[in-house]
């Protein structure tokens, strides 16, 4: 996989891996913090086979998003409704503040009949009932369904603000894709396959860690999507 995006400054921290080793959760020698196990009110991040996946999650109560309808409105309006337990895994130790990520996709049997995403997290935290920082993610789908998105997590479970959206096949993702998000300063970027697709500043979150995740509520398609590779550049 090519080196992450460049970005000025001094490197600070870095970290790639392969996810060589089958582990339930993710820890690759004390390198990782999880969602339940650590976070207590999330999911953990699950490695098997050579990809990184999420584990199931509750399943009791269906995400529903308004930006996540083709027409712009959900059933159910603007207000968002889900368990939002999404299995999230964040590097242990601290980091340079300016981030640049990047993961290849790994997806079988797709389906829209879940909203399945990989994600990479920036300037993120993750204590008991806590888990904050920036979320960068990508519909693992390739149609009109298919979507790119910028979050803040406030902390609380469910608690997170939609930063910046795009819908449409090219925002979506496939199999070999290679998906990259980077922070510099308060600006955050999206990319695939190196084409930059979207970005947004915010000011909210100045540290914290980089990490991955997936989306809630997919069943057991749960590992039929993840992330075969990460790595990370990080500088001040």
């Known amino acids: 996989m090519p080196n992450t995006r460049p970005i000025e400054g001094t490197l600070v921290r870095s970290y790639s891996t392969n996810f060589e ?96 995403e990989v994600e990479i997290r920036l300037r993120s935290t993750i204590e008991p009932n806590w888990c904050s920082g920036y979320e960068v993610f990508w519909r693992v789908s390739k149609s009109d369904a298919a979507y790119a998105e910028i979050v803040r997590w406030n902390g609380k479970i469910a608690d997170f603000t939609s930063l910046a959206r795009a819908m449409g096949p090219a925002f979506g993702v496939k199999d070999g894709d290679v998906v990259e998000a980077t922070i510099v300063g308060t600006h955050i970027t999206s990319y695939i396959n190196g084409r930059e697709v979207l970005s947004v500043d915010d000011d909210r979150f100045t540290e914290g860690a980089p990490g991955v995740g997936f989306n809630f509520f997919v069943g057991n398609t749960n590992v039929d999507h993840g992330l075969s590779s990460f790595e990370v550049d990080t500088y001040d």
């Open 21 to 116: 080793h089958d582990e339930e959760p993710i820890d690759e020698g004390g390198m990782w913090l999880n969602g339940r196990k650590d976070g207590i009110d999330w999911c953990d991040v699950l490695v098997k086979d050579g990809h990184a996946y999420g584990e199931v999650t509750r399943m009791s109560s269906a995400e529903r998003r308004a930006e996540q309808a083709l027409d712009g409105e959900a059933a159910g309006g603007e207000a968002q409704e889900g368990d939002y337990d999404d299995p999230t895994a964040v590097l242990t130790g601290k980091w340079g503040r300016n981030q640049s990520a990047r993961a290849t996709v790994y997806s079988v049997n797709q389906t829209d009949d879940f909203f399945q």
